[in-house]
């Protein structure tokens, strides 16, 4: 199983691995609110934030000055958008002539079957939703150096990249009531952008966490793999800010995702999306 890592293997082998492994237990990255959950989660509470970062949040960054009315944006430490309701829905990255193809050509089977079975996700609200609280943040005095945005899906890391460092959400060929206006003026090259795997090992003064996925059915495909969710929500150091549907991911029935939610919903600023606001 590749979820299980060498390291999971040798403890497990070796009974005695208590004579020979040493738990790191202070950590010199998050400040205590961003590091309380996966230490109770994962590490049996025994983390600890270094007296250096235990407090940090963005307002404390010397070049950052609260724009009024949005002095939370800098001093909140854990955000969420909360985008359920449906109007912030998932969608397939294939084309959808590619599964609706009437002609009986062999080839254009196998090409609807591929690109069934390689399809990503990506959600355009949520794209939105992440540039409302990137232009917060700059507005403010934030660098761009300073954020890292992390989404689990490729397909959504290429639209972020698009309207991040371009200006553009939707291709010209996509039929979108809203294309029109889903577009920016303002574009931020320098902000990185990757997916979870891409973020591995990396860590930014912020971090915006895009979910991607919203639907009925509360189903989340491999946002279930707990190890990969801790990668993105301990990447920063001063604020994590998650873009997500609340009711999909607490309601798929994964423990994990449940107890994160939870959490959430008890320590962080929880916000409601309009996406009327938005276009």
Same mark, same amino acid.
């Given at each position: 199983?590749?979820?299980?890592?060498?390291?999971?293997?040798?403890?497990?082998?070796?009974?005695?691995?208590?004579?020979?492994? /040493?738990?790191?237990?202070?950590?010199?990255?998050?400040?205590?609110?961003?590091?309380?959950?996966?230490?109770?989660? $994962?590490?049996?509470?025994? $983390?600890?934030?270094?007296?250096?970062?235990?407090? =940090?949040?963005?307002?404390? !960054?010397?070049?950052?000055?609260?724009?009024? =009315?949005?002095?939370?944006?800098?001093?909140?430490?854990?955000?969420?958008?909360?985008?359920? =309701?449906?109007?912030?829905?998932?969608?397939?990255?294939?084309?959808?002539?590619?599964?609706?193809?009437?002609? %009986?050509?062999?080839?254009?089977?196998?090409?609807?079957?591929? %690109?069934?079975?390689?399809?990503?996700?990506?959600?355009?609200?949520? /794209?939105?939703?992440? $540039?409302?609280?990137?232009?917060? !943040?700059?507005?403010?005095?934030?660098?761009?150096?300073?954020?890292?945005?992390?989404?689990?899906?490729?397909?959504?890391?290429?639209?972020?990249?698009?309207?991040?460092?371009?200006?553009?959400?939707?291709?010209?060929?996509?039929? %979108?009531?809203?294309?029109?206006?889903?577009?920016?003026?303002?574009?931020?090259?320098?902000?990185?952008?990757?997916?979870?795997?891409?973020?591995?090992?990396?860590?930014?003064?912020?971090?915006?966490?895009?979910?991607?996925?919203?639907?009925?059915?509360?189903?989340? =495909?491999?946002?279930?793999?707990?190890?990969?969710?801790?990668?993105?929500?301990?990447? /920063?150091?001063?604020?994590?800010?998650?873009?997500?549907?609340?009711?999909?991911?607490?309601?798929?029935?994964?423990?994990? &995702?449940?107890?994160? /939610?939870?959490?959430?919903?008890?320590?962080?600023?929880?916000?409601?999306?309009?996406?009327?606001? &938005?276009?």
């Amino acid at each position: 199983m590749l979820s299980t890592t060498l390291f999971d293997r040798l403890l497990e082998i070796h009974s005695n691995h208590d004579q020979f492994t /040493c738990f790191l237990n202070i950590q010199y990255r998050m400040n205590e609110k961003i590091m309380r959950f996966p230490s109770d989660q $994962l590490y049996n509470s025994k $983390l600890v934030a270094d007296k250096s970062v235990a407090n =940090g949040q963005v307002s404390d !960054l010397d070049y950052v000055k609260p724009v009024k =009315g949005h002095e939370d944006d800098v001093t909140e430490q854990v955000i969420w958008y909360d985008t359920q =309701g449906g109007n912030f829905p998932e969608a397939d990255s294939s084309s959808p002539e590619d599964f609706n193809n009437n002609n %009986n050509n062999n080839n254009s089977k196998k090409k609807a079957s591929r %690109n069934a079975l390689f399809a990503s996700k990506y959600n355009d609200g949520e /794209c939105l939703l992440v $540039l409302k609280h990137v232009k917060s !943040l700059i507005h403010s005095g934030v660098k761009q150096q300073d954020i890292g945005i992390i989404s689990p899906y490729n397909a959504q890391v290429t639209k972020l990249k698009k309207l991040i460092r371009n200006g553009i959400l939707t291709d010209d060929d996509d039929d %979108n009531d809203n294309q029109d206006n889903a577009t920016s003026s303002e574009t931020f090259p320098d902000i990185e952008i990757s997916t979870v795997d891409g973020f591995q090992g990396r860590e930014k003064e912020i971090i915006i966490l895009s979910m991607v996925r919203s639907n009925d059915k509360h189903e989340v =495909g491999f946002l279930e793999d707990f190890k990969r969710l801790n990668v993105s929500i301990t990447r /920063c150091k001063k604020q994590l800010c998650i873009v997500g549907d609340f009711e999909t991911l607490s309601e798929s029935g994964v423990s994990f &995702l449940k107890n994160w /939610c939870d959490w959430c919903e008890e320590n962080a600023d929880i916000r409601y999306a309009d996406n009327e606001e &938005l276009y």
